[in-house]
Structures are given as structure tokens and as C-alpha cells.
């Protein structure tokens, strides 16, 4: 009888490969970056902070960061993954050089910071720009959800603090754009915070927002052509008036929690005024019900808000709240949409979960760890969140067809960025010949030949 020799063919590893590239299929978020003019529009924007004599471009050593974090990095001197490729990455700042420009761009604050965020807003507009009927315009409309993230902290790091889970780190704000039911999302805005931050702190939500708004392209900061989307940390008096104000520019719908005046007009809902709440498809869904909140419950709420509430049978099992009625889990949003069917009105607010994939994703891609100290060093690191996001979103956006188009950053990185691929010089091209029997190569150069047959910038 002959012995086994296991369950997986044996193989010899030694050193030595030549013309061998990992991470190949990150020429994707290269060329993306090229034909979007990001990498254009870092450079330009970081101009400013580039020292006499310096030998790299501190827009290049920030993208290359970016690009990394997109990979999968979570730390600065993860850019060794771009190190070891030259001929496809260039040549990168050594980790000494790279920390120095962080402390520098930290140092300098809001100008920095501005710099960066006006880059991205230019980019951006190109980037939907190019991508025609895959831009996230949802029906003429563009939505933006807001929520906070929290993020844990294992030493005494700068604002880390006890947040309200108990836990210790931060809790910083976000806001993204809703790609819809066929795509993903970007990141628009990202608030740093200390751990204790208040979840429903109207000052904070504001300046997501202002955030959010100037990152758009110019023609949806008019006329009502975005939608700003929170959870009922965003229902709050000011947050809510500041919206109306800007009401010739914005709609919202943002959820609220029930009072004991909602919870008494709840009550008083006649039975013909329940409306069946609706599914994606239009479906009825069975044992949930909407109607929309009227008279003194109104009072002190800005002119024009809308109060509509849902309710809804439990699911087997499920503990009831004080503010249920009924035997009925009952939640609420108030919203400055009209001339729209309230259930459909309802659907379009739960969707607002789509943003909690958006959080897991940027957990996934640099956000579950904050690796400085300084509080003004962790911001300058959540603009490079954003910006390897951007890449993240905007590749698929202008490439990747059908159910791709949805696929997250961990199966971008583990079917598409990871593939290795031969690299060949020949009438001085360079060539990066992916593996004939890897699943995913046809899906790779298809959308490489989709970018690159986009116009360059400028």
C-alpha cells in the first residue's frame, strides 16, 4: 500500500522568479486614478507642502498610501506591497518619508485638508462625469446618507474615549453616496470625533453635511437634486432646521425616535388611513403598515416637515418596546418630500441600510483601526480612507459590468487585485500577461479595456 502524501499537490518554494508581479490586477485602481486625473489633481492640490529638492511628489506619496489601504493595508508602511513592483507602481517615498509628509499635512491643518477634500470634489465631477448612466443619479436625484462609525482604539490615543457602547476608541461621522440597488457607494464626508461624542449632535451632523454637499458635482447643490438620508441621530431640531433652511437645495428624510406624542397620535390613526408598506419590487409586504402623523404632533418641527410611521408585526420571538403600540414594533422619519405615495416614500427610507454595507466596506479598507496618535494625523488617515473608497468605487463605476458591479472590497481584492501576472517588455511596452486559467482574467483586462479607452484629463 503506498502512503498518502495529503490532501494538496506538493511543491517546492524557492526564490529566485523573474518577471513575475503580484498584485497585478491593481492596475486597474492605477488606471482609474489616471484617467479620472486624481493623480493629477492630488499632485496640484499638495503642491504647496513639496520641500525644495524633494525627490517624490507628496500627491504621489499620498496616493500611493491610498493605493494601498485599497489593497487591504491598514498601516503607512504598508506601501512595502508597492515597493516591491516598481514597474507598475513607479518608485515610492521610503516609510520615513511618507510619515514626514503625514506630520507635515497634519501640521498644516484645515488648509491641508481642504486642499485634499477640493481635489477629490474636481475628480469626482469627472469621474460621474465619464461614467454616463452609471453615475449615481437615482431618477435625477442623488442621495446621501450620514452615520457614525465607530472605531476602536487598543492604546491611549489621542480623543479615544469610552463611547456610548462602552468601548474605548473613536467615533467618527461619515457620509456616502447611495450607488442604488446595482452598485456601491463612495465616501463623501469623514468627521473625526472623540469616542464620547453625542450620536445625535446636530453641530457635527451640519458639518458632515457641508461636507458632503461640496464634494458633489455642482448641478446637485441646486434645486433639490440631492436627498440627505440619517438615521434618528440626525432628528434633531437644529440638524432639521438647518435642512429646511437650504430646503430650495436639499430634501431630506431622516428617521426620529418616538416620543410620547408620537407614540400618543399613533394611538388615534384610524384603521382606513393605514397604508401597506411595499418591497423593492413593489410587492406588498405582508404585516407592515405606514401612515402619515398630522396636527399638534407637529408643533415646533419645521414648516413643510412630513411625519410618517411605520408599523409593523415582530418577527417570532422578538422583545417589544415601551414605544411599541399594539403588539406593533413601530419606527418613524420625517421628510420634506411631496407629491409621493407614502409607502413608496417609507421603502425609500429603509434603504438607508444600504449604508451600513458602506461602513462594513470601509471597516474592510482602513477603518478598523486608526494607526496614529495624533488626533490631526488620524484625520489626514480617514482623507486617505476616502480617497482609496474613491478608487474603490469609481473603478467598478466605469468598469465592472453586472453583478461585479456590486462586489465589495474583499472580493475585489481576493478575485481581481490579487491575480499575478507575467510582465513583459517588447518594443519598449510593458505587458502584464495575467494567468490563462485564473477564473477572473477575462473580467480583469475586460474593464482594464474599458478604462483605458476612456479620454485622458485635461
Known sequence: MSKSSGSYPRVRVEGGGRGVVSQSGAVLLVETARKTGLDAAISTALAPWRKARAVHDPGKILLDVALAVALGGDCLSDVAVLRAEPDVFG?????????????????????????????????????????????????????????????????????????????????PLFAFVDHGREGSGEPVAGLLRPGNAGSNTAADHIEAARLALAQLPKKYRRGRRTLIRTDSAGGTHDFLNWLTTRGRWLSYSVGMTITDAIHAAVLLVPAPAWTPAVEPGGEIRDGAWVAELAGDVLGGWPRGMRLIVRKERPHPGAQLRFTDADG???????????????????????????????????????????????????????????????????????????????????????????????????????????????????????????????????
Open 91 to 171: 518608485p515610492l517615498a521610503s516609510d520615513p518619508t511618507i510619515s514626514r509628509l503625514v506630520d507635515t499635512l497634519a501640521a498644516a491643518g484645515p488648509r491641508a485638508l481642504a486642499a485634499i477634500r477640493r481635489a477629490r470634489a474636481e475628480v469626482r465631477e469627472r469621474a460621474w462625469r465619464l461614467a454616463g448612466q452609471a453615475a449615481p443619479d437615482t431618477g435625477g436625484e442623488v442621495v446621501v446618507d450620514i452615520d457614525g462609525v465607530l472605531v476602536l482604539a487598543h492604546s491611549e490615543k489621542e480623543d479615544a474615549a469610552k463611547t456610548w457602547k462602552k468601548t474605548f476608541g473613536h467615533h
Open 328 to 458: 406593533m414594533r413601530l419606527t418613524c422619519f420625517a421628510t420634506s418630500t411631496t407629491g409621493t405615495p407614502i409607502a413608496a416614500l417609507e421603502l425609500r427610507h429603509r434603504q438607508r441600510a444600504r449604508a451600513e454595507d458602506r461602513i462594513r466596506a470601509a471597516r474592510d479598507t482602513g477603518l478598523r483601526n486608526l494607526p496614529l496618535h495624533d488626533a490631526a494625523q488620524n484625520q489626514v488617515w480617514l482623507e486617505i480612507v476616502q480617497l482609496a473608497l474613491d478608487l474603490l468605487a469609481w473603478m467598478p463605476m466605469l468598469a465592472l459590468t453586472g453583478p461585479a458591479r456590486r462586489w465589495e472590497p474583499k472580493r475585489l481584492r481576493l478575485r481581481l487585485f490579487s491575480a499575478a501576472a507575467q510582465l513583459v517588455t517588447t518594443g519598449r511596452r510593458r505587458h502584464l500577461r495575467l494567468a490563462r486559467h485564473w477564473p477572473w482574467t477575462e473580467t480583469i483586462t475586460t474593464a482594464f479595456e474599458r478604462i483605458h479607452a476612456l479620454p485622458n484629463p485635461g
